[in-house]
């Protein structure tokens, strides 16, 4: 993936921009291991390849319940349904836009912080190519 600088990049629920997004990561999917080891195994573990998932978006922003994207997005949480997001990155970047449902939705406060939420979208499926080229 070509080098790019972040700022300017857009989280959309529906068509929606969540505000206050203050960092995000997107995997493309995991795969977990199924332990395969029995009694009769001696020195390492046996272990196959489990099935993949979707992938995952994940980010965190500050709380603002005046937010449009952010009342889209805990109203999406509540109803646990399947919702269209897309990340909108700067300049010539293509664009991902995946369905998903939310996952997580935490918040967290400190002394002298802003209230933050931590999302996570777990990803249903891709409606663009993966990964951004």
Not at 78 to 101: C, H, K, L, M
Not at 102 to 112: G, L, R, S, T, Y
Request: hydrophobic share 40%.
């Amino acid at each position: 993936m070509a080098e790019f600088d972040p700022a300017g990049t857009v989280v959309k629920i529906g068509s929606t921009a969540i505000g206050n997004v203050k960092n995000f990561r997107v995997s493309p999917g995991t795969r977990s291991d199924r332990d395969r080891t029995n009694i009769t195994h001696t020195g390492y573990r046996r272990v196959a390849t489990g099935m993949r998932s979707q992938g995952a978006c994940t980010f965190q922003m500050i709380a603002d319940p005046a937010d449009a994207g952010q009342i889209l997005l805990n109203a999406a949480f509540e109803a646990n349904t399947e919702v269209t997001f897309t990340i909108d990155y700067p300049g010539s970047t293509p664009t991902q836009v995946f369905v998903g449902r939310v996952a997580k939705h935490d918040f967290a406060a400190d002394i002298d912080a802003d209230m933050m939420i931590d999302v996570q979208l777990n990803v249903v499926s891709w409606t663009t190519t993966w990964p951004v080229e």
